[in-house]
T-cell receptor, first 115, second 116 residues
Framework: NAGVMQNPRHLVRRRGQEARLRCSPM?????VYWYRQLPEEGLKFMVY????????ESGMPKERFSAEFPKEGPSILRIQQVVRGDSAAYFC?????????????FGDGTRLSIL | QKEVEQNSGPLSVPEGAIASLNCTYS??????FFWYRQYSGKSPELIMS????GDKEDGRFTAQLNKASQYVSLLIRDSQPSDSATYLC????????????????FGTGTKLQVIP
């Protein structure tokens, strides 16, 4: 499967726990983007990363949220001390070496539910 | 002012008709434009990208770009019930003055309903 892979597809956490969402970009893609979407709402940009660098994190809350895209391995979106308001679908997308001027291809998303 | 604006709809068209979806953007130097389709509960799926003024056709889909008027549209010919979805417009504003990349901005989407 050469597409963007996200796991897990569904994640359930209790308030105060940590959530780790993983994203493996398409083969050959070095730009990764994370978005959050609430039901019946649009995509909200969170963070844009290249390998080992955060390019733009203007959409990510400054507390509890962090993201990384290491030299080896998938990109990780980490949410510490989750709260009910973190319940949403989190989508990862990747684009080719040219960056955001190239089309973004989306993974199937991780549905995060906070009990 | 929103950076990328779309009418939320729903836009209802009869089966077989042409559906016209519109998107306006505020950044005059925007360079790359994308249309995505998102079915309920699914991830966005790329339909088309367009980079220069004019029309770009792909099957039943035609993207139209007018940079002077700062709008991009998507036409769907011979609309089918399976086209019923939310259509997202996305715009890339180019490089920053520092040389880095700007992010892509998505509109909130237009919900299309094709009536059999």
């Amino acid at each position: 499967n050469a597409g963007v892979m996200q796991n897990p597809r569904h994640l359930v956490r209790r308030r105060g726990q940590e959530a780790r969402l993983r994203c493996s970009p398409m083969k050959g893609h070095s730009h990764v983007y994370w978005y959050r979407q609430l039901p019946e709402e649009g995509l909200k940009f969170m963070v844009y990363l290249q390998k080992e660098n955060i390019i733009d994190e203007s959409g990510m809350p400054k507390e509890r949220f962090s993201a990384e895209f290491p030299k080896e391995g998938p990109s990780i979106l980490r949410i510490q001390q989750v709260v009910r308001g973190d319940s949403a679908a989190y989508f990862c997308a990747s684009s080719a070496w040219g960056g955001p001027d190239q089309p973004q291809h989306f993974g199937d998303g991780t549905r995060l539910s906070i009990l | 002012q929103k950076e990328v604006e779309q009418n939320s709809g729903p836009l209802s068209v009869p089966e077989g008709a042409i559906a016209s979806l519109n998107c306006t953007y505020s950044d005059r130097v925007s360079q790359s434009f994308f249309w995505y389709r998102q079915y309920s509960g699914k991830s966005p799926e790329l339909i088309m990208s367009i980079y220069s003024n004019g029309d770009k056709e792909d099957g039943r889909f035609t993207a139209q770009l007018n940079k002077a008027s700062q709008y991009v549209s998507l036409l769907i010919r011979d609309s089918q019930p399976s086209d019923s979805a939310t259509y997202l417009c996305a715009v890339w504003g180019g490089r920053k003055r520092s040389g880095g990349y700007q992010k892509v901005t998505f509109g909130t989407g237009t919900k299309l309903q094709v009536i059999p």
